[in-house]
């Protein structure tokens, strides 16, 4: 989400994902660290633009879901370590 005062968007934080996913996918092609980065930092600013929303919309009807919202946030942000190092092509070692 940018540092203006706008209002979370569903739509405005789709398109942020989509974009940083192509970032991260073009910057896994020509290998550039930074670019993946960015692109992966662009998918988690726009998933929660679009929790935000979700939370505003729920909020103003009245219909707290935040237990669920968090749990969403926290799959789709979050990896586990075997996760990271497959997408890094490594073998985690066992504990």
């Not at 940018?2 to 942020?16: V, W």
């Not at 979050?78 to 890094?88: L, M, T, V």
């Amino acid at each position: 989400m940018s540092s203006s005062k706008k209002e979370p968007s569903k739509l405005h934080g789709t398109l942020e994902k989509a974009q940083g996913t192509v970032e991260k996918t073009v910057g896994k092609l020509i290998n550039n660290e930074g670019l993946k980065i960015k692109g992966e930092q662009k998918i988690i600013d726009g998933q929660a633009e679009i929790t935000a929303a979700k939370l505003k919309a729920s909020a103003e009807k009245g219909t707290p879901p935040v237990e669920q919202e968090v749990r969403e946030i926290t799959e789709s942000t979050c990896h586990k370590p075997e996760e990271r190092d497959e997408e890094r092509g490594e073998q985690s070692e066992p504990i």
